[in-house]
């Protein structure tokens, strides 16, 4: 689970840094968001509820929702 969780937090940093720093175009946080949002929902299918001992799955979900809402990629109602 280790190697998993680290996936979770080197990629969760490379997209947060990424915006912050405006280095990432639309496509490109698209891409990652959809990729970590599908590896999160892997990982809560095997039941799996931390990423290290503070931080949840579902906490990490709702940061990537957060990138996803703020960076436009919801569609307009």
């Known amino acids: ?3 998993l969780c ?3 937090e ?3 940093q490379v997209l947060k840094s990424g ?3 405006n280095t990432l175009t639309i496509d490109e946080i698209d891409h990652m968001t959809c ?3 599908t ?3 892997m990982l809560t299918e095997q039941r799996i509820t931390h990423i290290n001992a503070d931080e949840t799955v579902d ?3 709702e ?3 957060n990138i996803v809402e703020n960076a436009g990629l919801l569609p307009e109602l």
Do not use: A, D, P
């Open 10 to 12: 080197k990629n969760y």
């Open 35 to 37: 990729e970590l949002i």
């Open 1 to 3: 689970m280790s190697g």
């Open 63 to 65: 940061r990537v929702w």
């Open 19 to 21: 915006v912050k720093n």
């Open 59 to 61: 906490r990490y979900k």
């Open 6 to 8: 680290k996936r979770v």
């Open 39 to 41: 590896f999160l929902s």
